[in-house]
Structures are given as C-alpha cells and as structure tokens.
C-alpha cells in the first residue's frame, strides 16, 4: 500500500518560513491534502490539491508537489500555528484514503 | 456545515457499537463521507467511505470484515456499525465530508469534533 512519510517535528522561529515535507512515491502525481490539528481539535484542512486553500486559510499557508515529495510550507510563522501537520492522498490503485504519519510544529 | 458524532463509550473486547454523525448546513446527500480515526496520541487512520448515494463502499484492511459504513440521506445520518471490537479500535473517530463531487474522492474539508470509543475489559 502507499505509504507518506513525514519528518516527526520541525521547529522553527516566529516569523520565519517552515516547510513541512511529505514523501510518497511518485507523489507528484497524486493530488497532496494537507491538515492542521491543534491539540484537543478535530483537523482542520489548509491545503488542498497541492495548492489550494480553502477559504478562510491565511495565504500565508501554501502548498507544492514534485517528483516523491510534497511540502507545506508556512510563511511568517506564529505562536498560533503551532500544531501537528498531516499530508494525505487518495490512493486510487487500491481505492483507500492515506494519512502521513504527522509532524509536530514547534514554535520557539 | 455542521457534523456531530454520537454513540461512542465504553465496550468489552467482541462487542458491538454504532456510531452516528448528524449532518447539517448542506446537501448531505450529495457529498460522499469518511470515517477517519486517531488513537489519543497518534496520528490519523483511514477507516471507511462511502458515496454520496450509499452505492460504494471502501474500507481500511485493518477494519475490514468487521465494521460497516452507511447513510440515510432521508435523516441526514452517517453511521458506522462497529463489530467485533479490539482493543487496537480504541480511538477518537470522526466523520468528514468528501471535497469531491461524484464517484471521485479527495480529501476532507469539513469534520466533526470526534467521539471517544474505548475498547476494554
């Protein structure tokens, strides 16, 4: 089966640029989704079809696809981004939803 | 848009639980529906789809066989009959709504706040 593989943390300092990636074979090919959930919250989506954001997502949320990896990146990042960030695809071969294993984001 | 989960609690390991999500502020019978579930601590598991019109179903190996996913677009109601239950189904599970239209399938744009199912002797 697919598998996403995300690093388990990524920190970073308040307005600086965190990226957030996601490997996947060929993953470039596939439509990437990506999710905020803060601790006690259901997720929240920021990123879609790579690189769409629903509406109410501040632009500073974005979102690129290439070759095995995908990456979310935020811009200008605040304490209230703080949070665990999944990457998640249609697999279409074997007809299953696939969610990376999350990456925690630490705010310094 | 609004989902609200129900039906979750405490059961012995081989028992049986049904959940339920309310929908609201949508056409609910257009859009197909997840079930997602995430073991406090963990990250997020796929568990089950099904269309907009109740027609297809899809389901993660490890749920396979022993739950079942369906809909009364009548009532507005996702239910998620769970049998057979373990230990490892312990979780929060949520419901989502599909962001594709169709027998197409995507992600997740809206989801309820979760209900707690804990499974132990």
């Known amino acids: 089966s697919y598998v996403l593989t995300q690093p388990p943390s990524v920190s970073v300092a308040p307005g600086q640029t965190a990226r957030i990636t996601c490997g996947g074979s060929?993953?470039?090919?596939?439509?990437v989704h990506w999710y905020q959930q803060k601790p006690g919250q259901a997720p929240l989506l920021v990123v879609y079809?790579?690189?769409d954001r629903p509406s109410g997502i501040p632009e500073r949320f974005s979102g690129s696809s290439s070759g095995n990896t995908a990456t979310l990146t935020i811009s200008r990042v605040e304490a209230g981004d703080e949070a665990d960030y999944y990457c998640?695809?249609?697999?279409?071969?074997?007809?299953?939803?696939?969610f990376g294993g999350g990456t925690k984001l630490t705010v310094l | 848009v609004q989902l609200v989960e129900s039906g979750g609690g405490v059961v012995q390991p081989g028992r049986s639980l049904r959940l339920s999500c309310a929908a609201s502020?949508?056409?609910?019978?257009?859009?197909?529906m997840h079930w997602v579930r995430q073991t406090p601590g963990k990250g997020l598991e796929w568990v089950t789809l099904?269309?907009?019109?109740?027609?297809?179903?899809y389901y993660a190996e490890s749920v396979k066989g022993r739950f079942t996913i369906s809909r009364d677009n009548s009532k507005s109601t996702l239910y998620l009959q769970m049998d057979s239950l373990r230990t490892e189904d312990t979780a929060v599970y949520y419901c989502?709504?599909?962001?594709?239209?169709?027998?197409?399938?995507?992600?997740?744009?809206?989801w309820g706040q979760g209900t707690l199912v804990a499974v132990s002797s």
């Open positions: 989502a709504r599909e962001i594709r239209d169709g027998y197409n399938y995507g992600g997740s744009d809206y």
């Open positions: 998640q695809i249609w697999d279409g071969s074997s007809d299953l939803q696939v």
């Open positions: 099904i269309s907009y019109d109740g027609a297809k179903k």
């Open positions: 060929n993953i470039g090919s596939e439509s």
């Open positions: 502020g949508f056409t609910f019978s257009m859009y197909a």
């Open positions: 079809d790579d690189s």
